[in-house]
């Protein structure tokens, strides 16, 4: 890989100062690589934790809760796939962003299937890393810290726990749908165009097509809407997108 660290991150004290408390766990087995990658997230400002192999990674994200995990698929004792799998069942509002090897495409179907939330092809430049990471920090944050509880219907939806109840009964979600149902619950009577949720819930513009989230709504719909064939809360605004109305 080519590697251009000195000089691609900073951005001032002003960025400093924003990031200042977000920790960021790095899980990657390459010696320098790590090196570049925390000393441009520390002069970013972000609080930086690494582990070398998989079975650490999981184990420090798990215990440290860090802010945003940056994983390597490629990983030795257990893949980047595996622990990104088991994070997000275990934590699935941690946000995860996989770093792939360019011609993986596999990796990035499966990664996104698992609940990744975006990926960056190696080699990469770490101003495309560093503006991904704000990204991804970016959508995690749009939950506003005061409700955590939202009830609409016969649904009750606890925000940071990632737990669906429709008639008091839990509703299994797979974390890609949780968090476009979150971001629609944190968007309420908006308009909301495919290409905005694809870039806004999925974070790449290219995979997967807006018929992805056409399937995710469908899917919402089946464990919301008491008649999914016509809903009540998830509406179809025709020539826009999808709307919610609680």
Same mark, same amino acid.
């Given at each position: 890989? *080519? ?33 570049? &990658? ?9 609080? %930086? ?21 940056? &994983? ?31 011609? *993986? ?30 990204? %991804? ?19 009750? %939806?606890?925000?940071?726990?990632? *737990? ?15 968090? &476009? ?5 944190? +968007? ?17 513009? +290219? ?8 399937? +995710?709504?469908? +899917? &919402?719909? *089946? ?24």
């Amino acid at each position: 890989m *080519q590697r251009s660290w000195q000089g691609n991150g900073a951005s001032g004290s002003r960025g400093v100062e924003v990031n200042s408390v977000t920790k960021i766990l790095i899980v990657e087995d390459e010696p320098n690589m790590v090196a570049g &990658l925390r000393d441009n997230f520390e002069y970013e400002g972000y609080q %930086v934790i690494t582990a070398g192999d998989g079975v650490e990674g999981l184990e420090r994200a798990l215990a440290d809760s860090p802010d945003l995990v940056v &994983l390597d698929v490629m990983m030795p004792r257990m893949s980047g796939l595996d622990v990104c799998k088991q994070l997000k069942a275990r934590r699935p509002s941690i946000p995860v962003i996989m770093l792939t090897a360019r011609g *993986q495409e596999v990796d990035k179907v499966v990664g996104l299937e698992l609940g990744a939330d975006d990926y960056v092809t190696k080699p990469f430049s770490i101003r495309e890393l560093l503006a991904r990471v704000k990204a %991804v920090l970016r959508r995690a944050r749009t939950l506003p810290r005061e409700q955590e509880r939202v009830s609409f219907g016969d649904v009750e %939806v606890d925000l940071r726990t990632y *737990q669906v109840q429709r008639r008091g009964k839990p509703v299994e979600f797979s974390a890609k749908e949780f968090e &476009l149902l979150k971001y629609f619950l944190c +968007h309420p009577g908006e308009a909301l165009s495919r290409d905005r949720l694809l870039d806004e819930v999925w974070g790449y513009e +290219h995979y997967p097509t807006t018929r992805t989230v056409d399937a +995710h709504i469908v +899917h &919402l719909r *089946q464990k919301l809407e008491a008649n999914p064939e016509e809903p009540r809360f998830i509406l179809t605004i025709h020539g826009v997108g999808y709307k919610f109305v609680g």
